[in-house]
């Protein structure tokens, strides 16, 4: 079966399919300080045949400097953008320099741009991405060999029309990749990726990326997708000249389809897909703020191989916190709708929860006559003393939860607790129901609802605590849509 679809793929661009092509690329994520605020750098020169065989070779710059942004993409390598490092070798030294015309984010005018940036890089482990099978460690093997690296600095410089801004406390990360694939569109690959920078002496770079297939429809599409978001995915930090697997500054990684973080934009046109960079701004654990990349692909219409389309510009547009929130033009991404919750709503529930149960505890521990006759309307008569022992339980769950409430922003694991609670209480109202003498109602009504309104609050604080995993949750009101 396997066979058949390889053969098919290949006879797609009439036997050629299979062939082998090779492209590499380095690229950067870089923050300072400067009297003018946070700069922060993106860039990347990529080959020809990156990440597509039919893909242009093309240079990208992301520019922030205060609240300003600068956008540039060339298609002739080391026209403008050139990395004077030698990276064969061991503790790469040298330069990132700039020299020509970038577009300004909010409204397209060319500025001239001059950039020199000293920068020393750490090399770390290199991994083989989508190579899993490759035990013996073989060159030229289809994948991905790619090898990050530390990336610091004392001082730079840029100039912007001619204003020169000294540079500071240089840090973040950098990256270099070899690709290897087949000349297959079917083959073709994405990426989910976000990388950013923290300046200063105690700086740090992140990166976090999961790859799928661009084309991900029929059996061939799948497969391949589950196997690069097992094989060819990451997420690390990199600081002090070691590599962490993991996250452990809580660095918020927003999702492909969360747009408040993006600041500006550009366009890149790689053939079977647009790829759209961003350079976006979020924030750590620490509340520290931090700038770098967001990369998100839009495979051209078709079904699993680029139509003949107009060329898409390579262009700077402004985000949705751009000039009048203008949407850049191009093809538009197929979103899935996903829930994303932020903190005002989880500590809404939290606090709701310990509210809802000071009040059943209370009526059980102290009123209990009270609770029989609204519930069962019955006098009360309990020699086990069962539901002030119920009573109990719930105090104990407004303890937890208020220690929860209290502790969750750094303890994320509380919310996953919390859910435990709620989810002991899955059926024993629904067994009091058939269990009881009888029930008023009312009771009958609570006894129904309680059962899902759990469950529900339950899932809510495991999403919650999942999406912590990846950083911590954005802000904002108790009223906007957890959904997109």
């Known amino acids: 079966m396997l066979g058949q679809l390889v053969q098919d793929a290949a006879a797609r661009l009439d036997g050629a399919g299979l ?3 090779h492209a590499s690329y380095v690229d950067l994520v870089l923050g300072a300080t400067s009297a003018h605020g946070t700069v922060a750098l993106v860039a990347g020169s990529h080959t020809r045949s990156f990440p597509y065989f039919d893909s242009e070779p093309w240079d990208n710059c992301l520019l922030l400097i205060g609240d300003a942004g600068y956008t540039f993409t060339g298609r002739t390598q080391g026209a403008s953008l050139r990395f004077d490092l030698d990276l064969e070798q061991p503790a790469p030294r040298g330069t990132i320099r700039f020299d020509g015309e970038m577009r300004r984010a909010s409204d397209g005018v060319p500025v001239r741009i001059e950039l020199a940036l000293a920068v020393a890089l750490a090399p770390l482990p290199t991994r083989l991405l989508g190579e899993c099978y490759n035990f013996l460690k073989l060159d030229g093997m289809l994948g991905l060999r790619w090898t990050p690296y530390e990336l610091s600095g004392g001082v730079g410089r840029v100039c912007v029309d001619g204003v020169e801004i000294a540079l500071h406390e240089i840090r973040g990360s950098c990256e270099r990749g070899v690709l290897t694939n087949l000349k297959a569109h079917d083959f073709a690959i994405r990426y989910e990726y976000v990388a950013v920078a923290c300046p200063g002496a105690e700086g740090y770079g992140l990166i976090n990326f999961t790859s799928h297939s661009l084309f991900s429809s029929g059996l061939l599409g799948k497969t391949l997708d589950w196997y690069l978001r097992k094989s060819a995915s990451a997420l690390l930090t990199i600081e ?30 790689l053939g079977p897909a647009v790829l759209k960079r961003q350079m976006i701004r979020t924030r750590d654990r620490a509340g520290r703020p931090l700038h770098g990349l967001r990369e998100i692909f839009i495979a051209k219409p078709g079904s699993g191989q680029p139509e003949p389309a107009s060329p898409v510009p390579d262009k700077p547009g402004p985000g949705p916190a751009g000039p009048a929130g203008a949407a850049p033009a191009g093809p538009t991404p197929i979103r899935t709708r996903r829930f994303r919750f932020n903190r005002a709503q ?11 149960d000071i009040v059943l505890s209370t009526l059980a521990l102290a009123f209990p006559a009270r609770w029989t006759e609204a519930m069962h309307g019955l ?38 607790l919390v859910a435990g609670v709620r989810f002991t209480e899955l059926f024993s109202d629904w067994v009091t129901i058939f269990a009881a003498q009888q029930t008023t109602a009312l009771g009958t009504a609570e006894l129904l609802i309680a059962p899902p309104a759990n469950l529900l609050f339950g899932l809510i604080l495991i999403t919650a605590y999942k999406q912590l995993r990846s950083g911590p949750l954005p802000g904002g009101s108790f009223f906007t849509k957890p959904w997109s």
């Open 19 to 21: 062939h082998v092509y």
């Open 240 to 269: 002090r000249d070691k590599l962490t697997d993991g996250n452990p500054h809580g660095v918020y990684s927003p999702p492909q389809d969360d747009p408040s973080v993006t600041l500006f934009e550009n366009e890149v046109d």
């Open 346 to 356: 989880v500590s809404s529930l939290l606090v709701g929860l310990v509210v809802l």
């Open 379 to 416: 006098p009360y008569v309990d020699p086990a003393g069962l539901l002030r022992r119920t009573g109990g339980v719930w105090a104990a769950f407004v303890l937890l939860q208020a220690i929860a409430l209290a502790r969750w922003p750094k303890q994320p694991y509380w919310l996953a």
